[in-house]
């Protein structure tokens, strides 16, 4: 695709108060990344030119995407000054003549959902859709087929709250209307903002073509509120789940499981239903049981669960993780653990059995150390491992024992048990 014809511009100044958070709502995630990543992700598809425009905590929502992102053009709005999205646009310089405003809270916009707006060549071209519930959406009043202007919900009369038509946020504008219009806006409204939508009565009146995109509520929807997060998450994770799906992994009641973008399948996987997986993990031809969390980690023809947690860091393979097992930062290779474990900065080698119980102690309230076990061990159930500690190949840890040595060479088997007494007839003395 030809990327230098159209540049983008993202909204991304706001405060979004209906969220009711501390954070600026386009950094609230989606499937494990920022809304306002998803969104310069879809704009990268289609133009080498893109604007995002900051002010309220400018600097986290710059330093976040410049951590996925670089060749992002960042403008700051004068938000004091000219609050609103067509304060929003006063700074900006795009370098195309056909420019297309995207507000930041839709995070399930594609580059596909856009195509109609790179296609259609008129000065102002404008998303719109129907809903039943119009409630929080500017309304789009057209007459004979026009449209005429956009009113938002604060300023509209009771007849113009009954419009159904709502504007979805997104216009493609001719680079020329926005230089003309952009400075003629005023804030004489309800909230004394500067409102890109007035650009369309503006643009109207002087006898500009306004063209009207009907748009899906699915691709175009706007997050303004929790309720709004919550109902684009469970979108989103559909789409996640059907890519997935499609490329072969298996999923067992598939509306409980979650997977963040950035996860990756490969081989045949299975997944249990209410499992959860997270951050870059990497699954190989891996069975993840019901209930279990796998958190930027990598599993290869292994199985983990049910209710297993794999903490980030984790690489596992050829290996089996049984329930109520935590493994967090270590790498286990043909390794057995199949009951209630934490195994924490490890390394354990092949044909090594982890016995129930067993606790790896690496930290000493102050700092964390590594646990280092070689190949055919086996470790006794109800064991703690007191870090730093090495155990090396063909080792036996008796069930009980703490180990604290430092290292228990090859060939030995490591016991601390205090000697177990037998006290007759204690039972009955105790309990008559
Ligand atoms: C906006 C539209 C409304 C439309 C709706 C679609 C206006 C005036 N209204 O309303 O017609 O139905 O989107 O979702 O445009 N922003 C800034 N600077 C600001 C204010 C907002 O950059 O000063 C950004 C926000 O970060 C956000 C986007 O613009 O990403 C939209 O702002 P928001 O307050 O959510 O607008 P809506 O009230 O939803
Ligand atoms: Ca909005």
């Known amino acids: 695709m030809n990327k230098d014809n159209i540049s983008i511009v993202i909204l991304a100044a706001g405060k979004g108060s209906r969220m009711k958070s501390p954070k600026a709502k386009v950094l609230h995630n989606i ?10 992700k879809a704009s990268q598809e289609i133009s080498d030119d893109i604007t995002v425009v900051i002010a309220h905590q400018k600097e986290e929502v710059q330093k976040q995407m410049q951590a996925y992102f670089d060749n992002i053009n960042f403008v700051v ?23 297309l405003v995207l507000n930041g809270d839709m995070p399930l916009i594609t580059s596909k959902a856009l195509q109609g707006f ?32 956009i009113v938002e919900q604060k300023d509209a009369n009771d007849g113009e709250l009954n419009t159904t038509t709502v504007n979805a946020g997104i216009y493609a504008f001719s680079k020329d209307v926005l230089e003309k219009y952009i400075p003629l806006l005023s804030n004489d409204n309800a909230q004394e903002e500067y409102y ?30 929790k309720k709004d997060l919550a109902d684009s998450e469970e979108i989103m994770q559909d789409r996640i789940r059907t890519h997935w799906m499609q490329e072969g992994v298996i999923m067992q009641l598939p509306s409980t499981i979650y997977i963040e973008e950035g996860v990756a399948f490969e081989g045949e996987c299975i997944l249990e239903n209410g499992c959860r997986i997270t951050g870059d993990s990497k699954i190989i ?23 297993a947690h794999l903490r980030p860091l984790s690489n596992i393979e050829d290996t089996h993780i049984g329930n109520f097992v935590e493994v967090k930062k270590s790498t286990l290779k043909g390794v057995k653990a199949g009951h209630l474990s934490y ?45 730093p500690v090495t155990i090396e190949d063909d080792v036996m840890i008796a069930a009980g024992t703490t180990v ?6 090859s060939g030995n088997l490591a016991l601390s048990r205090t000697k177990m007494r ?4 204690f039972y009955y003395r105790f309990f008559s």
């Open 285 to 307: 031809n891996s069975h993840i049981k019901a209930g279990s969390v796998v958190e930027d980690s990598i599993m290869k023809n292994s199985d983990c669960g049910p209710m």
């Open 118 to 149: 790179l296609e259609l060549d008129d000065d102002v071209i404008m998303s719109i859709f129907d809903l039943e519930d119009p409630n929080g959406y500017g309304r789009v009043i057209i007459k004979d087929n026009h449209v005429q202007y």
């Open 77 to 99: 709005q004068d938000a004091e000054k000219f609050p609103g999205t067509g304060g929003a646009m006063k700074n900006v310089k795009a370098k195309n003549k056909k420019v």
């Open 31 to 40: 499937s494990g990344k920022p809304m306002l990543y998803h969104i310069i």
């Open 404 to 409: 604290t040595s430092g290292t228990v060479p």
């Open 343 to 387: 195994l924490g900065n490890s390394e354990i080698d092949e044909g090594t059995n982890i016995g129930a119980g067993t606790i790896t102690c690496n930290y000493d309230g102050i700092k964390k150390y590594k646990t280092i076990i070689g190949k055919n061990v086996f470790i006794g159930s109800d064991s703690q491992l007191v870090a």
């Open 196 to 225: 890109l939508t007035d650009v369309i009565a503006m643009a109207k009146n002087d006898g500009l073509s306004i063209v009207p995109l009907l748009v899906d509520e699915e691709h175009f929807k706007g997050v303004n509120s």
């Open 422 to 425: 037998l006290i007759q007839n």
